[in-house]
T-cell receptor
Framework: DTEVTQTPKHLVMGMTNKKSLKCEQH?????MYWYKQKAKKPPELMFV???????INESVPSRFSPECPNSSLLNLHLHALQPEDSALYLC???????????????????FGPGTRLTVL | AQTVTQSQPEMSVQEAETVTLSCTYD???????LFWYKQPPSRQMILVIR??????QNATENRFSVNFQKAAKSFSLKISDSQLGDAAMYFC??????????????FGQGTRLTINP
């Protein structure tokens, strides 16, 4: 099973609202990722959590605040967003490599269905 | 830094025919992964096929196969017996296997594939 779930599917919010996106996986993966994708463009990495610790922040504005409460769950808290933040937000997860591969490296990323965010 | 190039923004193919999508990449690393992901209008990024750089044998998954040319840094995707459900945006992606920790995927710009009935 390679399922990553995301809620909600769609979200419309005003610039003064606070909302959260949720991502969940039950595959025992220890790395989780947030990507932002604009129309007709590839996904852009925002954050990476590795063993529930933030390991990569791609200089994302502070109005996006990630949280990893446990190894299965990843949240993205949104506050004071701008209309240009409207996009598809994708979550992904990956498992630790086993065997001879570099210790601490991770394998294939599996994506959730995304949340379509519209900021008015 | 690694880069991935997909030189065909759009392609179309007749149903039941074969189509090949191109991807080239640039890296100085010797160990890495290459992926093809499919993103249909439903938006979900679906893994199509995966290749590990140390494996000389080309990966295959049912109707999908790759032509991996490591020296040429080329990684093309062949779809045989195209079906209407194959219509999607296809992204080629690279990931290092030489760096500790979870790393980002480096994506190409995508190729939009249309299947003509």
């Amino acid at each position: 099973d390679t399922e990553v779930t995301q809620t909600p599917k769609h979200l419309v919010m005003g610039m003064t609202n606070k909302k959260s996106l949720k991502c969940e996986q039950h595959m025992g993966h220890r790395a989780m990722y947030w990507y932002k994708q604009k129309a007709k463009k590839p996904p852009e990495l925002m954050f990476v959590y590795s063993y529930e610790k933030l390991s990569i922040n791609e200089s994302v504005p502070s109005r996006f605040s990630p949280e990893c409460p446990n190894s299965s769950l990843l949240n993205l808290h949104l506050h004071a967003l701008q209309p240009e933040d409207s996009a598809l937000y994708l979550c992904a997860s990956s498992q630790k490599n086993s065997g001879w591969r570099l210790a601490g490296s991770f394998d294939t990323q599996y994506f959730g269905p995304g949340t379509r965010l519209t900021v008015l | 830094a690694q880069t991935v190039t997909q030189s065909q923004p759009e392609m179309s193919v007749q149903e039941a025919e074969t189509v090949t999508l191109s991807c080239t990449y640039d890296t100085s690393e010797s160990d890495y992964y290459l992926f093809w992901y499919k993103q249909p209008p439903s938006r979900q990024m679906i893994l199509v096929i995966r290749q590990e750089a140390y494996k000389q044998q080309n990966a295959t998954e049912n109707r999908f196969s790759v032509n991996f040319q490591k020296a040429a840094k080329s990684f093309s995707l062949k779809i045989s017996d195209s079906q209407l459900g194959d219509a999607a945006m296809y992204f080629c992606a690279y990931r290092s296997a030489e760096i500790q920790g979870a790393q980002k995927l480096v994506f190409g710009q995508g190729t939009r594939l249309t299947i003509n009935p």
